[in-house]
């Protein structure tokens, strides 16, 4: 007897709740005066008993679930669509399901039931609830439609951009060797190891009309450790070694400056042949500008094994000056995006150096090295999106540069200068970066 005054008090009391929200949230205006009051108790009756069919089918339901999908609803003009005709959803028992179905992404050619996309709907999809009515995102791309990676119809001048910054880790390696007329063809061989530094980077870019992009960059890197050996031969091809040392190198800077313009294109992939949804290619061209300052101390001779040495405090400076050509791809899928971008540069090589402890050769500037040269760049990674217009970003920077002959001036004390064949110089660089990116907020 207990048990049915408790069943008859839980019907009145979700009666009561039921009745509440309903009168609370039923549309007001012309549409609402059509719906009659007996349609609203009605709707309440039937819910409340799908309700309890699902209690006593231990069946878990959400305070958000809609069991029914009343008439008087229907003939309001606010049944979800996608319904059928008796008012229960196609895509499950409550619209939270319904809202899952909306947010796939597929288009209306792929769908089996031909009920439309979400592209079709506008992104954005009804969320009915008892006649309140909520306007819910459905984006299926997410963030990769954000500003300055996807256009619309409505291009503007500046129609998008981005600022990003990364901070990570970078390590460097230099070679030359110069020879001498007559023999040996390797005189003089430099060589710079693992040269490791901490990496500061940024780049940024303008988009305009969707399609024209500005784009610079520029990273600085403080070295903080390194080797160099220094090596002196009298035979050709590194034969009879008659002078090594091995030194540290540490206190030295690595600089890189890019600033290109190009065109950017945009893609729909197909969806169930690719991961990724959109796909951006831009092709671009520009001038860019790479320096290392390298030094030479804490010297050691291996060759002759006299060891340590004090005084050694030389250094050598490189640039590479270059225009290039590149392209640069991003593929998009939700708030994930992969990218990778290839440069290819046409170089002059320019470096110098100051012997210090040669007091034969004129300070600061002993020798220089003048070379043709050019350069890969490849830059790979990945981005997420936490925000609209913020996402995180971990980026991979790979470099390798190679001269041709060129040719080695010294400067003498006295005044004088003698040249040498410049054999070449191979410089390769790589760096992982932790970074975050801003996206302009330029609604169209």
Known sequence: MSCQQTSVLTRKIF?????????????????????????KNAAIQKELECISKAKAANKGFEWNDVCYVSEA???????????TGSGAPEYGANTAEYQLALNEDETPSTREDGYP????????????????????????????????????????FLSGGSVNVGYGLRQDDLIWSIGYPGGPNILSELTWDDVESVQLKGRADLVFYDH?????????????DGTNQDSDYLGDFRTYEFSRSRNDSNGDDVNDFSLGAGYRLYFDLPKKDFYFKKAQVTLLAGYSYHEQNFKMTNGYQ??????????????????????????????????????????????DYYGY???NLRTDFAHPKSFEHF???????????????????LSVNLTFDVQDWDSEDGIDRTHYSDGTSGECPFNTANWESFAAMLGLTYYFPNKK
């Not at 039923?26 to 609402?32: D, E, I, L, T, V």
């Not at 609803?73 to 319904?83: D, M, N, R, S, W």
């Not at 350069?375 to 217009?389: I, K, P, Q, S």
């Open 15 to 39: 009666t009561l709740i039921f009745s509440t929200i309903l009168l609370w949230g039923w549309p007001s205006g012309s549409q609402a005066e059509t719906v009659a009051l007996d349609g």
């Open 73 to 83: 609803q229907k003939a309001a003009g606010l049944v979800l669509p996608g319904t």
């Open 117 to 156: 996309s979400s592209r079709a709907l506008t992104r954005e999809s009804e969320f009915v609830l008892f006649g309140l009515a909520e306007n819910k995102p459905a984006d299926p791309d997410g963030y990769a439609s954000r500003y300055g990676l996807f256009p619309n119809e409505n291009s503007k």
């Open 212 to 224: 024209f992009v500005l784009d610079g960059m520029y990273a600085y890197g403080d070295v903080y």
């Open 302 to 347: 291996v060759i002759p094994a006299t060891g340590a040495f004090s005084g050694l405090d030389s250094s050598y400076k490189t640039e590479w000056e270059s225009t290039w050509i590149g392209v640069d791809l991003k593929a998009m899928r939700k708030d994930f995006t992969a990218f990778l971008r290839f440069e290819y540069h046409w170089a």
């Open 353 to 355: 150096g100051n012997w």
């Open 371 to 389: 070379a043709d040269a050019y350069g890969r760049v490849l830059t790979f990674g990945g981005d997420y999106a936490f925000t609209e217009n």
